[in-house]
T-cell receptor, first 112, second 112 residues
Framework: DAGVIQSPRHEVTEMGQEVTLRCKPISGHDYLFWYRQTMMRGLELLIYFNNNVPIDDSGMPEDRFSAKMPNASFSTLKIQPSEPRDSAVYFC??????????FGDGTRLSIL | QKEVEQDPGPLSVPEGAIVSLNCTYSNSAFQYFMWYRQYSRKGPELLMYTYSSGNKEDGRFTAQVDKSSKYISLFIRDSQPSDSATYLCAMGLDSGYSTLTFGKGTMLLVSP
């Protein structure tokens, strides 16, 4: 079975540019989560969706961050404009509500 | 006090050793407990999960939850070099697996 698929795996861009991260959840999962991982702060929840509807976006750090889930098989996390402090590994995870979350392999983002 | 505390390590052991990894937590409302393994440049991979207190065994891995002490453990028997990874504990409230709090992870190094 295919797991959670994220793209791109690596992204290097200059400060001020728009960054779009993509995620395809596991088929049949009705929850989707976006996390950010850094050495200092560990794994932080940014936002999560249930049945394509955003439920909790309290972890989104600033208005520069936005996330969408137009359908059950696709979600994006956008940063515009990007800043060097946004450099981190961004993970997408999905689950059925009564089962633990499964993670993708992440996007390693570097903002120069 | 952080909600979930985990010693960052690294914890270095020889092949074949029994490994004990631990997390303490402060929120007595946590009911769901998980252990994830994360290899370098990969996403967290679910190892084990339990609801409420008790033990759970899966092959060489045993998860224990002591809610009275707010303490969870993961034991690895006959450790192998392939077990070298970062181990993250995660906890959820009674609402289920949707809103998890993660420890920062313990790095384990198993030498041949």
């Amino acid at each position: 079975d295919a797991g959670v698929i994220q793209s791109p795996r690596h992204e290097v861009t200059e400060m001020g540019q728009e960054v779009t991260l993509r995620c395809k959840p596991i088929s049949g999962h009705d929850y989707l989560f976006w996390y950010r991982q850094t050495m200092m702060r560990g794994l932080e929840l940014l936002i999560y969706f249930n049945n394509n509807v955003p439920i909790d976006d309290s972890g989104m750090p600033e208005d520069r961050f936005s996330a969408k889930m137009p359908n059950a098989s696709f979600s994006t996390l956008k940063i515009q404009p990007s800043e060097p402090r946004d450099s981190a590994v961004y993970f997408c995870a999905s689950n059925k509500g009564n089962q633990p979350q499964h993670f993708g392999d992440g996007t390693r983002l570097s903002i120069l | 006090q952080k909600e979930v505390e985990q010693d960052p390590g690294p914890l270095s052991v020889p092949e074949g050793a029994i490994v004990s990894l631990n997390c303490t937590y402060s929120n007595s409302a946590f009911q769901y407990f998980m252990w994830y393994r994360q290899y370098s440049r990969k996403g967290p991979e679910l190892l084990m999960y339990t609801y409420s207190s008790g033990n759970k065994e899966d092959g060489r891995f045993t998860a224990q939850v002591d809610k009275s002490s707010k303490y969870i453990s993961l034991f690895i028997r006959d450790s192998q070099p392939s077990d070298s990874a970062t181990y993250l504990c995660a906890m959820g409230l009674d609402s289920g697996y949707s809103t998890l709090t993660f420890g920062k992870g313990t790095m384990l190094l198993v030498s041949p």
